[in-house]
T-cell receptor
Framework: SAVISQKPSRDICQRGTSLTIQCQVD?????MFWYRQQPGQSLTLIAT?????????ESGFVIDKFPISRPNLTFSTLTVSNMSPEDSSIYLC??????????FGSGTRLTVV | AQTVTQSQPEMSVQEAETVTLSCTYD???????LFWYKQPPSRQMILVIR??????QNATENRFSVNFQKAAKSFSLKISDSQLGDTAMYFC???????????FGQGTRLTINP
């Protein structure tokens, strides 16, 4: 299965600023997924990122707030823009395997103050 | 719509006991995959076990096994001989065949006490 390196592992940011989270995969994958996990909650899919096309966003998430880049088959970034305390969450990236399973990054714990 | 429900927010058992975590799901599709993921305090999501809906045999992985009841849309996880390292959040999830999106339940916080 794939191995994902996610950075940063945590950050504390001022409201109104932006943070970019990176995920590097050790193999080529078609789709990458970005999730948000609010404190004490489950994972909610933000968007699906395909290489060479616009990301597909889930209901309640917009590109202006969570722009995503997918420059190649092993890398993706998620930016959390114009942050507010409500954006304090864990953000995780994930990839799907051809076998049907999924691998997740180690997560980014974001605190907005 | 695809939904996953975990009705037990928290559970606690003594070390070496057996514990069962409940999960129900709702889908109109006949082909799908079901998963149990573990999330320890490190935040890392770890796959515990996976079940293909077309397989009648319940999946097992060492101390972990599932009771898959397709007609009842139930997918419970049994942990035998529980260990302190099993302490974590456990998430049930489903994925439709042909789709890539995982849908997660609310999670169950499991604590194994010494």
């Amino acid at each position: 299965s794939a191995v994902i390196s996610q950075k940063p592992s945590r950050d504390i940011c001022q409201r109104g600023t932006s943070l970019t989270i990176q995920c590097q995969v050790d193999s080529q994958v078609t789709m990458m997924f970005w999730y948000r996990q609010q404190p004490g909650q489950s994972l909610t899919l933000i968007a699906t990122a395909n290489q060479g096309s616009e990301a597909t966003y889930e209901s309640g998430f917009v590109i202006d707030k969570f722009p995503i880049s997918r420059p190649n088959l092993t890398f993706s970034t998620l930016t959390v823009s114009n942050m507010s305390p409500e954006d304090s969450s864990i953000y995780l990236c994930s990839v799907a395997h051809s076998s049907g399973g999924y691998t997740f990054g180690s997560g980014t714990r974001l605190t907005v103050v | 719509a695809q939904t996953v429900t975990q009705s037990q927010p928290e559970m606690s058992v003594q070390e070496a006991e057996t514990v069962t975590l409940s999960c129900t799901y709702d889908t109109s599709e006949s082909n799908y995959y079901l998963f149990w993921y573990k999330q320890p305090p490190s935040r890392q999501m770890i796959l515990v076990i996976r079940q293909e809906a077309y397989k009648q045999q319940n999946a097992t992985e060492n101390r972990f096994s599932v009771n898959f009841q397709k007609a009842a849309k139930s997918f419970s996880l049994k942990i035998s001989d529980s260990q302190l390292g099993d302490t974590a959040m456990y998430f049930c999830a489903s994925r439709l065949q042909g789709a890539q999106k995982l849908v997660f339940g609310q999670g169950t916080r499991l604590t194994i006490n010494p």
